[in-house]
C-alpha cells in the first residue's frame, strides 16, 4: 500500500510537467518567426523558407544596394551607425532571401557571401572589406536579375 500513495503524487507531478511544456511557447532571435499553434506547439519558419513574388525580390535588391551604399559612406564617419543599418539590410534580405535561394541556390550563397563581408567590414571598421562585399553582393544580384528579372509579380518568372 505505501507503493501507491507514492506513485499518485509522482504521476501527478509527470501529468503537471507534461502540461507545463505544452502551455511554452518560444522565439528565436535568428530571423526566424516562431508560430504558437493551438495545441501549444511550436512552428518555427526561416526567412528562406518565405517565397514571395519575384517583383519583390527585384525591389528588395534595389534597396539592399542603396542600403549597402549608405552603409559604405557612413562607415567612414560613425562605425556604430553603418552597424545599425547593416542590420537594416538584414532585414530587407531576410524579407526576400527564399526566393532567391529558391530561384538560384548558387547565386544565392554569392549574395550571402557578400552580405556577410559587408557586415565583416562594418564590424571590423575595414572600409576596403566592406566595398569588395557590396561588388560581391552586387555582381551575383546583376547575373541573379538577368535569370530572374521579375516584372509580373510571380513567383517563377525565369528570364527566356
Known amino acids: 500500500m505505501p507503493r501507491r500513495l507514492v506513485a499518485v503524487p509522482v504521476v501527478a507531478l509527470i501529468a503537471l510537467l507534461g502540461l507545463t511544456g505544452a502551455c511554452s511557447?518560444?522565439?528565436?532571435?535568428?530571423?526566424?518567426?516562431?508560430?504558437?499553434?493551438?495545441?501549444?506547439?511550436?512552428?518555427?519558419?526561416?526567412?528562406?523558407?518565405?517565397?514571395?513574388?519575384?517583383?519583390?525580390?527585384?525591389?528588395g535588391i534595389a534597396d539592399i544596394d542603396d542600403q549597402i551604399?549608405?552603409?559604405?559612406?557612413?562607415?567612414?564617419?560613425?562605425?556604430?551607425?553603418?552597424?545599425?543599418?547593416?542590420?537594416?539590410?538584414?532585414?530587407?534580405?531576410?524579407?526576400?532571401?527564399?526566393?532567391?535561394?529558391?530561384?538560384?541556390?548558387?547565386?544565392?550563397?554569392?549574395?550571402?557571401?557578400?552580405?556577410?563581408?559587408?557586415?565583416?567590414?562594418?564590424?571590423q571598421n575595414d572600409a576596403t572589406k566592406a566595398k569588395k562585399g557590396s561588388t560581391d553582393f552586387s555582381a551575383a544580384a546583376s547575373k541573379y536579375l538577368q535569370e530572374w528579372p521579375g516584372t509580373d509579380g510571380s513567383t517563377t518568372t525565369k528570364a527566356p
Open 69 to 123: 551604399a549608405l552603409v559604405l559612406t557612413t562607415l567612414s564617419t560613425d562605425q556604430a551607425k553603418a552597424k545599425t543599418q547593416v542590420d537594416a539590410v538584414y532585414d530587407t534580405w531576410y524579407s526576400i532571401e527564399g526566393t532567391i535561394k529558391e530561384n538560384s541556390s548558387d547565386l544565392y550563397l554569392d549574395m550571402e557571401d557578400g552580405l556577410g563581408a559587408v557586415k565583416n567590414g562594418v564590424d
Open 25 to 59: 511557447s518560444s522565439s528565436k532571435d535568428d530571423g526566424s518567426a516562431a508560430v504558437t499553434t493551438p495545441a501549444g506547439s511550436s512552428d518555427t519558419t526561416s526567412p528562406e523558407d518565405v517565397i514571395v513574388p519575384d517583383a519583390q525580390v527585384t525591389a
